[in-house]
């Protein structure tokens, strides 16, 4: 459904979609962080400590196929522009 509702709005707003970002993203956000390795999930006090490259069989497979899906890449687009500086 988040895939669905970001094709055509840029934000989860209430849930239903909207224009800013709102309480749904950041739970998306969080939820989702460190499936899809958000490079600011850790907020700078301790690295997630796997790369793709090491992530067990399970957890690639979900990396793979959410991290194109317009789901995973708000998930990141929600890191990189609102998460507070630590």
Request: glycine share 20%.
């Given at each position: 459904r988040a895939s669905e509702v970001l094709s055509t709005r840029p934000y989860l707003g209430d849930g239903l979609?909207?224009?800013t970002?709102?309480?749904?993203?950041?739970?998306?956000?969080?939820?989702?962080?460190?499936?899809v390795l958000a490079p600011e999930y850790s907020g700078g006090v301790a690295p997630i400590p796997l790369t793709v490259d090491t992530l067990p069989e399970a957890w690639r497979a979900?990396?793979?196929?959410?991290?194109?899906?317009?789901?995973?890449?708000?998930a990141l687009k929600c890191y990189r522009l609102h998460r507070m500086p630590s």
């Open positions: 979609g909207g224009d970002f709102g309480g749904a993203d950041l739970a998306w956000s969080a939820l989702v962080g460190m499936l979900l990396y793979d196929e959410l991290l194109p899906t317009p789901a995973g890449q708000h």
